[in-house]
């Protein structure tokens, strides 16, 4: 009786209950009352022997670390965090290994403490808990490992991931301050608002979303001050560019630059409103509520002068900005039936392209209609977009130290794992990257428990955790997914159909693999998290990414020598990971492939650079000491302190937090120290035991006592170790002790005042004599009672009279003295006027 559980519920996802009749084996239901005070059977599953899940004691519930419930389990982690996020406004919780993060408003006590606290913790050297997992990585690389650190910051569209990575580089670059005067710190955070505005657009989810992957080191040197930074790009969303969907914008910086378009320094750009603009414009609304674009392109602005970028430089980025809205306005005119088609030579559009970007008009012109079939030696391309690569170049430039740098902590702004209606190849290269990010997280947090094992010197046994290893295989092993698609797009002609049926073929009989039963265009992959359906349309051409090499020659030889001299930095045929490397490049590869296979240059597709840029990623990861944030969005309206559990629960499955708590659970998941166990269970405790000096052989003997089965706690050197349940099975003891001397002190008590109400009967019945004095004391003050009370009425009543008598006589003297002097007055006044008639008369 009174054991509280979960029950699924369709609303809540879990609802609280209480067992309002004890439950035999055999029975195939529970009698449980709600709390809104219903009665509800709920239905056993007798074969499955499956029970409610048991609720944490209420000393238990609000913890800052999910891994100090008794009870691990995903009603227990989900309704914790609702408490401690609804009625504490906590919106950070430890999850054992890593960090979960509640976003859409700031609190005192968030990641980033005020200024005058991390000035405090860097002349201490110390570690509070309310800078959270930016100072866990400052401090062990400063004081404690001296080991670079990494920040892996995951989460989906909207739950703060952007905003978690800019308070992890603030914090570093406040407590790593530079030694010299050259304010590295200052530049390594102007970084933040060039890459929002080349990288972040507004979608459904999110007003800022990140629209791609970055790596940023902070380096040091051995006096841990900071020396300079590097970035690396991840897959930036290339798409987006040429199309938004409805209620969607392209990147910020087109908006920031039309809305800066009257300045006088851009009048050669041509340019007016983005609604006049077509990759501007398809969305819809162009403007986002409470945003100033114009005001966050002067951030822009002043942070490419922080670091270091020239003005001309920066001219240059904008022409090529503005050369894409223009290029995009183009009219293009179909021909011959739809077999040919033509640009206007009187294009305005086509004008203001070539003349910003300095190419020749004809050309062009002709060109961007069509197209010349190579046979011979081919080249290959970038994987971006141009003026994104060349702004990460000119950041990296910036932040480059020549002092050799000793150490870094790199903080990992990547997206999450998502999923659509319509999921296409962006979608199956973000999922692929969180498969890899999960498979490290899964093997960091199952190494670091078995740590906590051999440190504690307690018995380990191997616990079995979910591996993703054979999703990754069917990914990028060989004959893998991205090798069919490779080797599709060699193929002169491939198409989506024909690489979506070689995967049915392939990978029929795999686990993880599913072919739609109304479709043959589409698979589906069983992703950690959940599976996903992937429509092929678009892969082959997203996949080879392609720039035909005559438009190349024509960019080529642009009159804009500093672009050109920027853009092609080394020659064509020796092609680089643009979407990974520190400082990436373009390379330039032609529109067909070869026919030769063992040409190496035909593999650098741009999924295959990104497999490749993961695999660098790993292994830079791997070589640090990794430091997880997984950022929760708790609404989808994006209010402050709403929490939709529905939603709650489906991102902490996708982002690895409930597989943690599972890995803890499996073994010793609650672990007390010897003190802190010592001080909550010493009521437990007899006197004899506490008369003893040595905590831990205390605390031994009460286990002992307490708990017969030796399996379910463990001692560790300065820990105890307990399996799931057993500190709610302690709480449980400690309560009704607590509860017992309770109903004693009361009853002494209520004795106590009942017999002191009734003293005369109360002396007669104690035999010690004490009553009888107190009684006869009691009754001879109830006797002299009235006659006290008698006396006091008779001198409160004469006091009464003489006050009175004495104010009226005072108070009548004063009046008597105004009266006589007013008809003084009055007499003297009318004997006067009266005088005067008689005289007048």
Known sequence: QYTR?????????????????????????????????????????????????LRNPDILVGQNDL????????????????????????????CGFGLCRFSYKALPGCSIPCALVIKWLRRAGRCLSEVKDSSSAWFALRFWEEKNQSIIVS??????????????????????GSASETNIEAKVLASSPIMEAIGNAKTTRNDNSSRFGKYIQIGFDKRFHIIGANMRTYLLEKSRVVFQAEDERNYHIFYQLCASASLPEFKDLGLTCAEDFFYTSQGGDTSIDGVDDADDFEKTRHAFTLLGVKESHQMIIFRIIAAILHLGNLEIQGERDGEACSVSSEDEHLSNFCSLLGVEH??????LCHRKLVTTAETYVKSM??????????????????????????????????????????????????EKLQQQFNSHVFKLEQEEYMKEEIPWTLIDFYDNQPCIDLIEAKLGILDLLDEECKVPKGTDQNWAQKLYDRHAASQHFQKPRMSNTSFIVLHFADKVEYQSEGFLEKNRDTVYEE?????????????????????????????????????????????????????????????????LLMETLNATTPHYVRCIKPNDEKLPFKFDPKRAVQQLRACGVLETIRISAAGFPSRWSYPDFFNRYR???????????????????????????????????????????????????????????????????????????????????????????????????????????????????????????????????????????????????????????????
Request: positive net charge; contains cysteine; hydrophobic residues 40%.
């Open 683 to 841: 009521v437990l405790m007899n006197k004899r035991d506490l008369s003893k000096n040595d905590k831990r052989q205390i605390c031994q003997t009460l286990l002992e006592d307490l708990i017969k089965d030796p399996d379910k706690f463990q001692f560790g050197r300065t820990k105890i170790f307990f399996r799931a349940g057993q500190v709610a099975y302690l709480e449980k003891l400690r309560a009704d002790k607590f509860r017992a001397a309770t109903i004693m002190i009361q009853k002494t008590v209520r004795g106590w005042l009942q017999r002191t109400s009734f003293p005369l009967c109360a002396g007669f019945v104690r035999l010690d004599g004490i009553g009888v004095t107190a009684a006869s004391s009691f009754w001879r003050q109830t006797i002299s009672y009235p006659l006290q009370l008698a006396e006091h009425l008779r001198r409160t009543r004469a006091a009464i009279i003489l006050q009175k008598q004495y104010r009226m006589l005072r108070i009548r003297r004063a009046f008597q003295r105004i009266r006589n002097a007013t008809l003084t007055i009055q007499a003297f006044a009318r004997g006067m006027f009266v005088k005067r008639i008689y005289h007048q008369v």
């Open 155 to 176: 989460g989906e569209s909207g739950a703060g991931k952007t905003v978690s990575a800019k308070y992890a580089m603030r914090f570093f670059a406040t407590v790593g």
């Open 385 to 434: 977009f141009l003026h994104q690569n060349l702004i990460v170049h000119h950041i990296n430039k910036a932040l480059h130290s020549t002092v050799k740098q000793h150490s870094f902590i790199g903080v990992l702004d990547i997206y999450g794992f998502e999923t659509f209606e319509v999921n296409s190849f962006e979608q199956f290269c973000i999922n692929y990257a969180n």
């Open 67 to 94: 891994t100090a419930l008794s009870y691990l389990h995903e009603p227990a982690v989900l309704h914790n965090l609702k408490v401690r996020f609804l009625e504490s406004n906590h919106i950070y919780t430890y």
């Open 362 to 367: 004809s050309q062009m012109q002709h060109w």
């Open 551 to 615: 438009q190349i020659n024509i960019l080529k030889a642009s009159k804009v020598k500093a672009m050109v001299a920027d853009l092609f930095q080394e020659e064509d045929a020796v092609p680089t990971t643009a979407v990974g490397k520190g400082t990436p490049r373009i390379s330039v590869r032609s529109a067909r492939p070869a026919f030769k296979a063992a040409n190496k240059e035909h593999r650098k597709t741009v999924g295959h650079q990104f497999r490749n840029s993961l695999h």
């Open 5 to 53: 559980v979960w029950i699924p519920d369709p609303d809540d996802v879990w609802r609280s209950a209480e067992i309002i009749k004890d439950y035999k084996e055999g029975d195939k239901s529970l009698q449980l009352k709600l709390e809104d005070e219903t009665l509800y059977e709920y239905p056993i599953d007798l074969q499955g022997n499956e029970l409610p899940f």
